[in-house]
């Protein structure tokens, strides 16, 4: 358990990151993606599959117990076949999500505002036209993708078919971006082929379908592989020590000093090496130019950085932070 006040705040803020991702999610799929039938894969696009089977009056039953009942056996499979932490950390998301989507088109007041929207997103000018589906679909690719993000950030996950693209990293080691185009686009594959023959009308939601998972996966890139990019830049200058004293003194940042030998006349040369976070980037490269503008130097983008001054060596989840603390303390 968290044990100072610090502690507690990062906890709060990663759980309530979780929480609004997730809700996030569920308000794009169901103002954006089901008013039109618009299947971007996930947990939505199989219950969008699945209520074109149901009577009109049990089609939103329908829908939300599909999202229960998966939200529930992908939670199970996660934690068969990925282990208990990761089962905890998808906890939150596997209560919110379901009953999120049961608020937004089961609970009077909120469904009926949600549906407003949608028949508004339908009827939008001569609509429904391929205009319609095109720009519900990138509106619900980009909510579900910044909410999907959102709970990356958090440390924790969506459950649902997040599950799969965890066991894709895991077993296959596929980035969770791609992992997550490839499950939705086989759920949109899938719902093409099956609802297709019965209603010629399903092919423009199914085209929108694949447009929102790329969007989705989009997002996500940006925003939770985004947020960890740093870069590495390698300088070669003769006023080496007047930028090793900018970094570390302007910047805050360490230098490496590696020894080198020219290609051409085998002269003995220093690289400075310096990693720092993109929003430093303009900064230390206005000032390498301003000490010396002749300088070599190469900027290297990294997906990710760990240690003192970046991110943390240790995986952070949302409830597990601390337990290798309180081990360590109970021994």
Request: glycine content about 12%; some cysteine.
């Amino acid at each position: 358990m968290p044990k100072t006040k610090l502690d507690w705040y990062k906890l709060i803020c990663r759980g309530f990151l979780v929480v609004i991702g997730t809700i996030i999610v569920a308000l794009g799929n169901v103002a954006f993606l089901a008013p039109l039938d618009i299947n971007a894969g996930g947990l939505n696009g199989v219950a969008i599959i699945a209520r074109h089977f149901a009577q009109e009056n049990f089609k939103v039953l329908l829908y939300n117990i599909i999202i229960t009942a998966g939200s529930i056996i992908l939670w199970l499979a996660g934690l068969i076949f990925i282990g208990k932490e990761f089962a905890i950390k998808t906890l939150v998301a596997t209560i919110i999500f379901p009953a999120a989507n049961w608020l937004f088109t089961a609970c009077p007041g909120i469904s009926d505002l949600i549906n407003q929207f949608g028949e508004l997103i339908k009827t939008a000018g001569s609509g429904p036209t391929a205009g319609n589906f095109l720009m519900a679909g990138i509106f619900g690719g980009v909510f579900v993708g910044t909410g999907v993000a959102l709970t990356f950030v958090g440390g924790g996950s969506t459950g649902g078919v997040d599950v799969l693209t965890f066991l894709m990293e895991k077993y296959i080691k596929i980035k969770q971006s791609i992992a997550s185009f490839i499950v939705d686009g086989t759920i949109v594959v899938v719902g093409l082929a099956v609802l297709l023959p019965q209603d010629g009308n399903f092919l423009l939601p199914c085209l929108s379908g694949i447009i929102s998972a790329f969007v989705t996966a989009l997002i996500i890139e940006v925003i939770f592989i985004g947020s960890q990019t740093s870069y590495q830049v390698d300088i070669i200058s003769d006023k080496w020590e007047e930028i090793s004293a900018y970094a570390q003194d302007e910047l805050g940042r360490g230098a490496t000093i590696i020894h080198a030998k020219g290609g051409y006349k085998g002269d003995d040369r220093i690289i400075l090496r310096v990693v720092f976070n993109k929003r430093e980037y303009n900064k230390i490269r206005a000032h390498i130019s301003k000490i010396d503008p002749k300088a070599f130097v190469t900027f290297t983008r990294t997906n990710a950085v760990f240690g003192e001054g970046f991110k943390s060596h240790v995986n952070k989840n949302l409830f597990t932070e601390n337990k290798k603390n309180d081990k360590k303390d109970g021994e």
